[in-house]
């Protein structure tokens, strides 16, 4: 089973606002099979503005964690098939289109899950279900995912 990782998830991981939160999205991460994680290209842009203009560090530094992160998970590039499955699932569901583009990428890449604390937790479209990490009881396909029982 394929997962996508949203910004905010990343966001989280690098500290942004709630070190509690940075804790578990660590755990979680790490505790991933290797394979089994991607970051759609929109996540990475994404991440840039949030560490420069919400977290304050310098865009040497916000470019550094994206090579980080671009070297710990494969990246899901927007292609015009993504983009205009994007456009459609906005405007079919009322999406924002850069959240079309996220939930889209991770549906033609064959992700089962996208782990975001920001879309509706359970929403399903493509194949993928959108899965809150913090929520608990943990979804029942995350803990499929872990391994756990």
Known sequence: MKVAIDTNVL??????NNMEKR???????????PEAAIIPVQVLGELFNV???KAGRSPQEARDALLGWSD?????????????TAV???????????DAVTLSAASHTGCRLLLSEDLQDGFTWGG???V??????RHA???ALLGAE
Not at 23 to 28: G, T
Not at 88 to 98: E, K, V, Y
């Open 128 to 130: 993928v279900t959108v």
């Open 132 to 137: 809150n990490p913090f929520a608990s009881p």
């Open 51 to 53: 560490l420069v203009r």
């Open 23 to 33: 804790d578990v999205v660590l755990e979680l991460l790490h505790n991933l099979p």
């Open 11 to 16: 966001a989280c991981a690098e500290g942004v």
């Open 72 to 84: 710990a998970f494969p990246v899901a590039g927007t292609t015009p098939d993504v983009m205009m």
């Open 141 to 143: 396909l995350l803990d």
């Open 88 to 98: 459609d699932l906005a405007a079919d569901h009322r999406f924002g289109i850069w």
